[in-house]
């Protein structure tokens, strides 16, 4: 499995370090960053692709809770607190466990053991019988996403943005493995980090695709291929 970016957020020094202590002990997770604040972490989060998230609740300005309610995607999160009260709320936000502080090392491992699992059923599935539509898992819900709905994809990095017509989905998986499993003729790749759907495409102008308002950039390389796939064929 590659590697889990983790952020850690919480106003205490020695939450911080205790939970950077704990996580440099885990192969499988890797330390993005270490903040104090929530509105730090949101720009952390808007910067870097982030799979876990360990959040205290009571900070100062923006509460733990209300951080991720503000996040269209939020991360995999495991609340970290020393207020019992707050459990209920934190699950109803689909936070897969909640450290009540002090807590140790063990009862760290088993909260990232859940946040693995569900980390890792974050792929995406096209059934086997049925092959008009994909199922994605998006912030903890099943989601269907329909091949004619598609607009088009974005690869970024270890995830993937699909854009439809009824709004956008991300998920744990990778371009090149979901280029393998849409239907060819449908869909094209005409960058390294972009599948389309040819029927979406108004336009070309220069190096750019249009769909709908959205310009999407093809490589150099690939231009002619394009041109031919989409314009006249």
Known sequence: MQKIKTLIVDDEFLALNLLENFIQKVPELTIIDKVKTPLKALEVLQQHPIDLLFLDIQMPIMSGNNLLRSLPNPPVTIFTTAYAEYAIEAFDLSAVDYL???????????????????????????????????????DGRL???????????????????????????????????????????????????????????????????????????????????????????
């Open 100 to 138: 009540l502080k002090p807590f140790s090392f063990q009862r760290f491992l088993e909260a990232v053991q859940k946040a693995k699992a569900s980390i890792q059923s974050s792929s995406i599935h096209i059934p086997t019988q049925s092959k008009d539509f994909f199922t994605a898992k998006v």
């Open 143 to 233: 989601i269907k996403v329909q091949f004619d709905s598609i607009l088009y994809i974005e690869g970024l990095k270890e995830y993937v943005r699909i854009v439809c017509k009824e709004g956008r989905y991300v998920t744990l998986e990778s371009l090149k493995n979901l280029e393998a499993l849409l239907p060819h003729p449908a869909f094209l790749r005409v960058h390294k980090s972009f599948i389309v759907a040819k029927k979406q495409v108004q336009a070309l102008n220069g190096n750019m695709l249009e769909i709908g308002k959205q310009h999407i950039p093809i490589s150099r390389s690939k231009r002619e291929e394009v041109i031919q796939e989409i314009f006249y064929r």
